[in-house]
């Protein structure tokens, strides 16, 4: 009989670089910061892990496609280090991987690491969706000529017209969440965007593509993040406040959404099942009154009014009131992306899942300084990678 | 009796004014041509336009009753490289057919004509279909950008169900130096204007057309309308009085609606005159170009029966968007170079697999889906295990081809991010009547028209080119389907 991962395990040590456009820092300098930081963080010396899990995405821009980068990075000393990659959960990924391995019992401390050096592309915004395809490279002859933010503008599109918003009103309720973020960036010294932007500044920029403007779209980041795991009966060996894995769950599009017609692009079917398995591996009986806080994937405004409605925290089409309400404003019931998220703090692929672990975990432990929420007893994660029609989403729980 | 059974033809959405032409180039070259022409879209080349006229001549017909193609065009994108092998694919018709380009002359459309039907005549082949397209790219300034239009026209020859019978031709060639392409040429040189119109034109149609009344002791005035080409327009009407023939016997030369369309030009006049054409009527056309081929057909009761379903001409002409910027079309035909920006150059780098090319052809080229046989789920791209989720069999499918299929988009954006000539990118998810889904590029629309729920069909169009190796990848995209042909 399957079990689940709740309170298996401990997370005793974190680490997170400032993201942002690092013109002067390599991927490997991006590891060796987050990893001094995890381990100080965790207070154990590197020949303590047993073992070690690597997260990048984007191989031909960053470490490579070798887990060596980060054995060799950090002079891991002959354990076993393993690449892993699922578009914008990599981080997550690693992080499951490394807990899976430390729950099973074959080790004690594990290393999860995501890193991703976006910026040596050179040009904006994410590479070229023909090298990348999650519909792999016959996309090349027989996928539209998109972008991401072009896959994800379909949502709202969607959306809009489902539910009967005129494309200002459809505009100024995404407007809304982007300048929360904005603002909760304000608040955080490593996030990549550090700039209170007003509704009408949101809704008034450049299109990029419709209706999302510039301002509805994440930032494109380098930046690294780092855990320790271990096993939770061990953890008040190391430090008196450790987190708990609650959840950990991963769903993937099964082509239904992209090829069968039940699905309708104004949602992510994905985050309706990870989300649902999560509550359940956690004992969450009612969300809405029991999550304390979020860490959502934010690559656009509308994926995150999307993700309010499909983590069952907002009703099926009522987003907009609980967004009109700040409900998800710092000081709201539940805040969403108290650390800025990919809108603000940035969105280095291969990293982004941990960074969000990073920030419930400050906050679980107390010590996110002016963003603090009070007593926060659950924390949740969520990423997203690939496109609404096809795509990979993972869920965290996070806990005392 | 051997003849037209069908026809087609596509006209481009965009036709610029000639007034926007001379409005920049006059300066240099003053004009004194009226009217508009037809601008193929930027995704639009030879082999696009030929498809989408076959499209139209073909409508319901079993594309695997087809054992022939003729395609005419003097503006392949490859020099090798069969066209007619592409515009074969796209259209679905059976591998073991004949397939020939025609080329080098704008007379190539009617010698393709000719060509068909003598080998349904012969009994080589039941049915035939004639391509003839043409996007022929002027210098800034010349005459040829004035005059020159893009378009397509296609016929389908048989002995079955004739709607025009083909009853006889006269043909003359000669090597005539009016325009030529050497090896490498990007642009056509060519003779002296008058020497073109007095020496060519004023002398090769109508040799041709007296050949024909003389070959078959007819008279002039035995035709309903009488099709030849030429541009100039005071010798263009000077033909018709030479001959004989009264005005409103002498088919619109479409030059101030279309343009001079190459080696589909006078077979768009003859689809013109078909739409309007009685039973009885004789139709005599002329082309033009190293001389000129005449035939005339003669128009049966079975006219009736095609004219209903087809988009043609006039229903083309009428469907059209002004493209106001001249700038806009010379950067279409790549005469100035803008910048692209760096992801344009980046998604030029990505090698085409030529393997993949050719073994998925027909999903990429025919728009092949598959449908489950247990339940009956159409799903593109073609799959071995079922996306319905409750059925799921495995390899219980056979072959479904989309490209015939209308739809509705349940989603859209206009992408200013994606690298393009003509931005935005307009895409959209599209559910096809009958079942299935997939996304797909738009064409021929401006994102202010695009809503949810808006019916579309498909049409074949270019979708790349692998600047690196010189390849042109085309694929189905969605149009709007704004026409009276659902």
Known sequence: ?400 | MVGIISYGAHIPWLRISRKTISSAMGWFSPSALPGEKAVANYDEDSITMAVAAGVDCLNSFAREKIDGLCFATTTSPYTERQGAGIVATALDFRPDIRIADFTDSTKAGTTALLFACDAVKAGSAKNILVCASDRRVGKAGSNQEQIYGDSGAALLIGNNQVIATIEGFYSVSYDFMDRWRAEGDAFEDSAEDRFIRDEGYVKFVPEAISGLLNKYKLGIKDFAKIIYPCPYAREHAAIGKKLGAEPNQIQDNMIASVGDTGTAYSLMMLVAALEEAKPGDKILVASYGNGSDALFLQVTDEIERVRSRKVGIKSNLALKQELSSYEKYLSFRNLITIEEGIRAVEFARVATPIPMAWRERRDILALYGSRCKRCGTPQYPPQRVCVNPSCGAIDEMEPYRFSDKTGHLIAYTGDNLSSTISPPQIYAMVDFDGGGRYWFDFADCELDSVKVGMTVKLGLRKKYIDKARGIHGYFWKAIPLLRKEV
């Open chain 1, 1 to 400: 009989m399957a079990e689940s991962i709740k309170d298996k395990i401990a997370i005793i040590g974190m680490g997170c670089t400032k993201f942002g456009e690092l013109w002067d820092k390599s991927a490997e300098d991006l590891i060796v910061d987050a990893f001094k930081e995890c381990i100080d963080d965790a207070g154990i010396e590197k020949k303590d892990i047993e073992a070690a899990w690597l997260g990048s995405c984007i191989e031909n821009i960053n470490v490579g496609r070798a887990a060596t980068s980060l054995a060799r990075t950090l002079k891991l000393p002959f354990i076993p280090v393993t690449r892993v990659e699922n578009f914008c959960a990599t981080a997550t990924e690693a992080w499951r991987a490394a807990s899976y391995a430390v729950a099973a019992g074959v080790y004690d401390i594990a290393l999860a690491l995501g890193v991703e050096k976006l910026k040596d592309t050179g040009y904006a915004g994410l590479p070229e969706s023909a090298n990348t395809s999650v519909e792999g490279i016959k996309a090349r002859f027989i996928s539209p000529n998109r972008t991401n933010p072009g896959a994800f503008a379909m949502m709202a599109t969607s959306y809009f017209a489902k539910y009967g918003l005129s494309p200002e009103e459809g505009k100024r309720t995404l407007a809304k969440i982007s300048a929360k973020s904005h603002h909760n960036g304000t608040l955080n010294p490593k996030a990549h965007l550090r700039r209170e932007v007003t509704v009408e500044q949101i809704m008034k920029a450049p299109i990029v593509a419709w209706p999302l403007g510039l301002y509805d779209c994440c930032g494109v980041s380098d930046g690294a993040a780092a855990a320790i795991v271990t096993r939770a009966d061990m953890a008040k060996n190391f430090r008196p406040d450790p987190v708990y894995v609650k959840a950990l769950q991963i769903a993937l599009s099964s082509g239904e959404e992209l090829m069968y017609t039940n699905w309708d692009y104004s949602y992510v079917e994905t985050t309706c099942r990870a989300g649902m398995k999560a509550y359940q591996e956690a004992g969450i009986k009612n969300p809405r009154d029991e999550i304390s806080m979020m860490e959502t994937h934010d690559c656009f405004s509308i994926t995150e009014l999307t993700e309010y409605e499909d983590l069952q925290i907002s009703p099926r089409g009522r987003a907009k009131e609980d967004i009109d309400a700040g409900f998800f404003n710092l000081d709201g019931k539940i805040p969403d992306q108290p650390d800025g998220g990919l809108k603000c703090f940035g969105h280095p692929i291969g990293a982004s899942g941990l960074r969000m672990v990073y920030e419930m975990y400050k906050q679980l432990q107390g010590k996110a300084g002016p963003r603090q929420i009070k007593n926060p007893k659950f924390g949740l994660t969520h990423n997203m990678g690939g496109v609404p029609p096809l795509n990979i989403v993972s869920v965290g729980i996070v806990g005392l």
